[in-house]
């Protein structure tokens, strides 16, 4: 069995529990932030997508709402690593 087999059969989460992981870093480049988005379904995990948003994309705040708040409403987990406070995306209690 890999790595992957044995992380795939792992138990899934319950449904009310959903994670959404932020840290404040500095980051190389044009890089504004970093998304991974952890998909599930009935077996556990089903996908692991990463989305880089650049500081030059015109509406920077607006594609990193997106992409996080699709991602929490279909009820995917979510790690962030990005430049700015998350107060200033909208992100409370974090």
């Excluded at 890999?2 to 500095?26: A, C, F, G, M, N």
């Excluded at 556990?44 to 509406?59: F, L, M, P, W």
């Excluded at 790690?79 to 992100?91: E, K, Q, T």
Aim: aromatic residues 10%; contains cysteine.
């Amino acid at each position: 069995m890999s790595w992957i087999d044995h992380l795939r059969k792992t138990e899934k989460q319950e449904p009310d529990k959903q994670y959404l992981y932020y840290v404040r870093q500095q980051l190389q480049q044009q890089v504004y932030a970093v998304v991974r988005v952890t998909w599930y379904d009935e077996d556990g995990i089903y996908s692991v997508t990463e989305t880089r948003v650049n500081k030059s994309d015109a509406e920077v705040i607006q594609e990193f709402s997106d992409i996080v708040g699709n991602a929490l409403t279909i009820g995917a987990d979510v790690s962030v690593i990005c430049i700015a406070n998350s107060d200033r995306l909208g992100l409370h209690d974090l």
